[in-house]
């Protein structure tokens, strides 16, 4: 069996935790090293949900990785690595499939140069130390790539891809879409959290944090503006946390808790977490 995780020989799918009619779609986002996985239905763009969010590596300063759409079409399992015609890599040789490979288990392309991919330095995910593709911890990546293979693998049983180190190309039926994006905002269950403008790109944060708020169903109508905007304008580069209902107007905001149900449903968050659902 494999070394890199005791689940390794039973399936890490998450293939049994979609909806019927739910389609998944990747964001990257290069400015807070997230990978976050969206699942919803075509029709119905309101009731979309995170079904996993995973720590990655992206570009650094120096090898910036771009905002770009693109999507995976194919799976290639146990890569080689050919060192790309670029002078960080002059020096580097050809590496064959196993547990020196810099792309690890897994890698899907997204964009022309731009890969998905696991790593042989675990150390690194969570930071903006690549020279643009996006890294994932081997449970992470194994995860991400069995869930889509078992949703839309053609011919996905041939080898075993897990147990062996046998290279192996497993076709989608479906692309799937991928973002790579550079927002600085994140939101964390009831905290904002704004992560420094490493790019130097200079978003938009005020219109950031109206669009993410209201992403994860927070009423932004009752924002208090000069609070945002405040906020906004800090131009420090350090890390800023901050409770979410302390930008609302007296300091609690309306939060939607399940934006699937039929009859919906709020709740009141202030800084002492969730008071109420206040109807449905």
Same mark, same amino acid.
């Given at each position: 069996?494999?070394?890199?995780?005791?689940?390794?020989?039973?399936?890490?799918?998450?293939?049994?935790? !979609?909806?019927?009619?739910?389609?998944?779609?990747?964001?990257?986002?290069?400015? *807070?090293? =997230?990978?976050?996985?969206?699942? $919803?239905?075509?029709?119905?763009?309101? $009731?979309?949900?995170?079904?996993?969010?995973?720590?990655?590596?992206?570009?650094?300063?120096?090898?910036?990785?771009?905002?770009?759409?693109?999507?995976?079409?194919?799976?290639?399992?146990?890569?080689?690595?050919?060192?790309?015609?670029? $002078?960080?890599?002059?020096?580097? =040789?050809?590496?064959?499939?196993?547990? =020196?490979?810099?792309?690890?288990?897994? =890698?899907?392309?997204?964009?022309?140069?731009?890969?998905?991919?696991?790593?042989?330095?675990?150390?690194?995910?969570?930071?903006?130390?690549?020279?643009?593709?996006?890294?994932?911890? *081997?449970?992470?990546?194994?995860?991400?790539?069995?869930? !889509?293979?078992?949703? +839309?693998?053609?011919?996905?049983?041939?080898?075993?891809?897990?147990?062996?180190?046998?290279?192996? @190309? @497993?076709?989608?039926?479906?692309?799937?879409? @991928?973002? !790579?994006?550079?927002?600085?905002? +994140?939101?964390?269950?009831? *905290?904002?959290?704004?992560?420094?403008?490493? +790019?130097?790109?200079?978003?938009?944060?005020?219109? #950031?944090?109206?669009?993410? !708020?209201?992403?994860?169903?927070?009423?932004?109508?009752?924002?208090?503006?000069?609070?945002?905007? #405040?906020? #906004?304008?800090?131009?420090?580069?350090?890390?800023?946390?901050?409770?979410?209902?302390?930008?609302?107007?007296?300091?609690?905001?309306?939060?939607?808790?399940?934006?699937?149900?039929?009859?919906?449903?709020?709740?009141?968050?202030?800084?002492? $977490?969730?008071?109420?659902?206040?109807?449905?």
């Amino acid at each position: 069996a494999m070394d890199f995780d005791d689940r390794g020989s039973r399936n890490p799918s998450l293939a049994s935790k !979609l909806q019927p009619g739910e389609l998944p779609q990747l964001v990257i986002n290069a400015a *807070t090293c =997230k990978m976050t996985v969206w699942v $919803g239905r075509a029709d119905n763009a309101a $009731g979309r949900r995170i079904l996993a969010e995973y720590p990655v590596a992206v570009g650094s300063p120096k090898f910036e990785s771009p905002v770009l759409r693109g999507r995976i079409d194919q799976l290639i399992w146990n890569p080689d690595w050919k060192p790309p015609k670029s $002078g960080w890599a002059r020096d580097e =040789k050809y590496t064959p499939p196993g547990p =020196k490979n810099p792309l690890g288990k897994v =890698k899907m392309n997204i964009a022309s140069d731009y890969y998905i991919h696991g790593t042989n330095n675990e150390k690194s995910v969570g930071r903006q130390v690549s020279h643009g593709c996006v890294r994932m911890k *081997t449970r992470d990546v194994v995860t991400l790539a069995m869930t !889509l293979q078992e949703l +839309y693998g053609i011919d996905r049983d041939r080898v075993d891809v897990l147990n062996t180190w046998q290279r192996c @190309v @497993v076709r989608l039926s479906r692309g799937i879409p @991928v973002s !790579l994006v550079y927002n600085p905002i +994140y939101v964390d269950d009831q *905290t904002l959290i704004i992560y420094p403008d490493s +790019y130097e790109r200079k978003p938009d944060l005020e219109k #950031s944090i109206y669009e993410i !708020l209201l992403e994860h169903n927070w009423m932004v109508s009752l924002l208090d503006p000069a609070k945002v905007r #405040s906020l #906004s304008q800090r131009n420090d580069q350090r890390r800023i946390e901050v409770p979410i209902s302390s930008l609302f107007m007296h300091g609690v905001g309306l939060r939607l808790i399940d934006p699937q149900l039929e009859n919906i449903r709020y709740t009141w968050v202030s800084r002492i $977490g969730d008071l109420q659902p206040i109807f449905d």
